[in-house]
T-cell receptor, first 113, second 113 residues
Framework: GDSVTQMEGPVTLSEEAFLTINCTYT??????LFWYVQYPGEGLQLLLK?????DKGSNKGFEATYRKETTSFHLEKGSVQVSDSAVYFC????????????FGSGTQLTVLP | DAMVIQNPRYQVTQFGKPVTLSCSQT?????MYWYQQKSSQAPKLLFH???????NEADTPDNFQSRRPNTSFCFLDIRSPGLGDAAMYLC????????????FGSGTRLTVV
């Protein structure tokens, strides 16, 4: 079945450091890929998405590129802020369906001032 | 703003006492989902409604039920909550077919005492 593997956390960075959170997936066909962010005590918010190979999703300074050849969708940000502290989930939706979302285990990010 | 609203944000219930969590949406999405998220884990899909069609996940305990009286509202009923049911419950919506990605509510934190 479909699966998503995320880099284990927690990740602790200093403000303005470069962030990478690795995400790889296993799926048939061409799934859609997502990054969701969850702030403490809150629900999940869609951060960015990509629906086909080589697409780059971007939002709030975060970027991720859909790499079919390496089945990856790594999340990056050039300069993190304290307000970016949250849990980040990589997820996929199988091709042809908007009804099934498979999540990775989540990566806790803490940014220190 | 179009959104997904969950009430209440925090719910305390007694062991074995039925409890209902509610979710409403103004997005007019045809699919609604209930997820259970335990501490430091990824959200786990319990069930979803595709329009009026109920779809239960194979490993969702019978203790969990759901109702969707109309497009806008969906309820999660826990018939006899146990201590292990303490978790964050997340409601989400999507449009199928349509742009991929879910919209999540802020969640209801359930405590069982």
């Amino acid at each position: 079945g479909d699966s998503v593997t995320q880099m284990e956390g927690p990740v602790t960075l200093s403000e303005e450091a470069f962030l990478t959170i690795n995400c790889t997936y296993t799926a048939t066909g061409y799934p859609s890929l997502f990054w969701y962010v969850q702030y403490p005590g809150e629900g999940l918010q869609l951060l960015l998405k990509a629906t086909k190979a080589d697409d780059k999703g971007s939002n709030k300074g975060f970027e991720a590129t859909y790499r079919k050849e390496t089945t990856s969708f790594h999340l990056e940000k050039g300069s993190v802020q304290v307000s970016d502290s949250a849990v980040y989930f990589c997820a996929l939706s199988p091709s042809g369906s908007a009804r099934q979302l498979t999540f990775g285990s989540g990566t806790q990010l803490t940014v220190l001032p | 703003d179009a959104m997904v609203i969950q009430n209440p944000r925090y719910q305390v219930t007694q062991f074995g006492k039925p409890v209902t969590l509610s979710c409403s949406q103004t997005l007019n999405h045809n699919v609604m989902y209930w997820y259970q998220q335990k501490s430091s884990q990824a959200p786990k899909l319990l069930f979803h409604y595709y329009d009026k069609d109920f779809n239960n996940e194979a490993d969702t305990p019978d203790n969990f039920q759901s109702r969707r009286p109309n497009t806008s509202f969906c309820f999660l009923d826990i018939r006899s909550p146990g201590l292990g049911d303490a978790a964050m419950y997340l409601c989400a919506t999507s449009r199928d077919p349509g742009p991929k990605g879910y919209t999540f509510g802020s969640g209801t934190r359930l405590t069982v005492v």
